[in-house]
């Protein structure tokens, strides 16, 4: 695991974890627009970098950020933020955090994939996952984009929307990564094996969970609205999944901005 940071020390910090196939570039995106009132930290999840590491779990990921924060002497954040899959290695940062005494603010999970799927399912999502990595294991950063903006997955997951999505699209497929079969099966687990941890009244009330209402993973929400009753919930229209961050990043850092500020 790697980390990039934006903005001054001495501000409020703020966590963005990064979605699944993607790398702290893409939480860049729009944590530039919050840079200028926060300090602004963006991991690089294990197996999704080029420093040899795999993605086991969720519990793994939110132990290697913990050290990182108190290593750097943040003794709070602001804003604990998490895209697609990094929306569940969010819930597990949460947990951790609250029980080593680290005061959270303001949660917000985007377009998390909160689902507990059979094994039956997930061994046919990791066969699928399996066959995307391999569009990234190129030299050929157009070819790579080009065959992710075609492939059925990706097409699913946007609800057709593909176009929509170049532009992360082709910030992610820059560079060859490789991904390893290890990293494989914890994507597969961390998005279709999620765990919920218990959290207290309290704590759910620091809770924003955020769908597009046309993507595939808002199917999730009613198995966290039973988990975490006191949460906020709130969704969009018109847009794919995670859409209103990659298509408009500016009015996006707005909207975490206000989430930090007041309720939404």
Known sequence: MTFETMGDRSHPAVLLIHGMLCNAESS???GKYLADEYFVIMPTLDGHGNDGTDLVSAEEEAEKIFAYLKENGIEKL???QGSSMGASIALAVYE???????FVQKCFFDGGPFFDF???VRKIMYKRFSKLVKLFDTDDPKSACDNMMNSGLMKFITKGKTADFEPMIRAITTERRSFSDTT?????????HCKLPHFTEGEQRRMIFFHSNEEPAKKSRGRIMKAYPLAI??????????????????????LLKKAMKEWI
């Open 184 to 192: 494989v099966r914890g994507m597969t687990e961390i998005c279709y």
């Open 233 to 254: 919930f709130r969704g969009i229209n018109g847009y794919g999944h995670c859409g209103l961050q990659i298509q408009k990043p500016k009015a996006y850092a707005g």
């Open 96 to 102: 951790l955090l609250n029980t080593k005494g680290m």
């Open 118 to 120: 059979s094994h039956a």
């Open 78 to 80: 602001a804003l604990l």
């Open 28 to 30: 860049r995106a729009f």
